[in-house]
T-cell receptor, first 114, second 116 residues
């Protein structure tokens, strides 16, 4: 069975500092996608960044970047210059199967300290 | 462009009652997914529609759950009769019909269901 593991239930970072959220996954698919979603308190879940497994280059979106290690099945998220608005629950997910359903980790709650 | 909407935002019902959750996907999105997050656990897939057809319902917990997608537009998820373990947040997501590639799923705000 495909699984996604987030080993950090909670993380904290100082404003303007950098933080890395960990994610590992296990899949038998040869072609798959990886995602980080963010869910701020009482708000909608939104996509932060996505990575196609066939691409070797790590995805980057402004202050957000990933470290994709395919052989190790690792997909960590780095947030640079953290801002108060980055405080949220972060979910790592991978696609699973022909229907592209998402397999999620349990989430990491990120607090940003002023 | 309107995002994915879900109704109601919260529902509190008693065990044995029936509840119907509704999801309106982004206009033009043929893929519609239902997920559920039980408190403290991971978000789990329930089922997937392509237009009005159920493509994958492998995540549906049991036959107390019934999902429909009338005319390929909005979808409903009915729980009848509800049990305590059905409590959680039910998310809906939609995406465009890709051509062999995965399109990003856009999520609704979720419906928080509490069964007492």
């Amino acid at each position: 069975a495909q699984t996604v593991t987030q080993s950090q239930p909670e993380m904290s970072v100082q404003e303007a500092e950098t933080v890395t959220l960990s994610c590992t996954y296990d899949t038998s698919e040869s072609d798959y996608y990886l995602f980080w979603y963010k869910q701020p308190p009482s708000r909608q879940m939104i996509l932060v960044i996505r990575q196609e497994a066939y691409k070797q280059q790590n995805a980057t979106e402004n202050r957000f970047s990933v470290n994709f290690q395919k052989a190790a099945k690792s997909f960590s998220l780095k947030i640079s210059d953290s801002q108060l608005g980055d405080a949220a629950m972060y979910f790592c997910a991978s696609t699973g199967g022909a229907t592209n359903k998402l397999i999620f980790g349990t989430g990491t709650l990120l607090a940003v300290q002023p | 462009e309107a995002g994915v909407t879900q109704f109601p935002s919260h529902s509190v019902i008693e065990k044995g009652q029936t509840v119907t959750l509704r999801c309106d996907p982004i206009s033009g999105h043929d893929n519609l997914y239902w997920y559920r997050r039980v408190m403290g656990k991971e978000i789990k897939f329930l089922l997937h529609f392509v237009k009005e057809s159920k493509q994958d319902e492998s995540g549906m917990p049991n036959n107390r759950f019934l999902a429909e997608r009338t005319g390929g537009t909005y979808s409903t998820l009915k729980v009848q009769p509800a049990e305590l373990e059905d409590s959680g947040v039910y998310f809906c997501a939609s995406s465009q019909l890709g051509q062999g590639r995965t399109d990003t799923q856009y999520f609704g705000p979720g419906t928080r269901l509490t069964v007492l």
